[in-house]
């Protein structure tokens, strides 16, 4: 039974730092990605790594977020350092088994607030 929970949201600062936590468990993929949903817009990819540690962000964030994953606990990492508003929104991790592909699972999501 797959499983991704995420945790860590809340309210932030500008400027602040927040650490977003996705636990997952029931299997071990190869690529894990955060996505980001705000009201009225489109769901985005925000970062994404792959099972050798390579990862890509989108612009938006390039400088401020970092993902990371720990192997051991089989849980994935969103930093969040100097957020602004328009990183507000619904966070959700998934994964997917290859590197290409639809992600296939999906978290229920944590709300980021930044103001």
């Known amino acids: 039974h797959v499983q991704l929970v995420e945790s860590g949201g809340g309210s932030a600062l500008a400027g602040g730092s927040v650490r977003l936590s996705c636990a997952a468990s029931?299997?071990?993929?190869?690529?894990y990605s955060w996505f980001r949903q705000a009201p009225g817009k489109e769901r985005v990819g925000v970062a994404d790594i792959d099972s050798d540690g390579s990862a890509r962000y989108a612009d938006s964030v390039k400088g401020r977020l970092t993902i990371s994953k720990d192997n051991a606990e089989n849980t994935l990492y969103l930093q969040m350092n100097s957020p602004n508003a328009e990183d507000t929104g619904m966070y959700l991790c998934a994964a997917k088994l290859h590197s290409y592909g639809e992600y296939t699972y999906w978290g229920q999501g944590t709300q980021v607030t930044v103001s």
């Open positions: 029931g299997y071990t993929f190869n690529t």
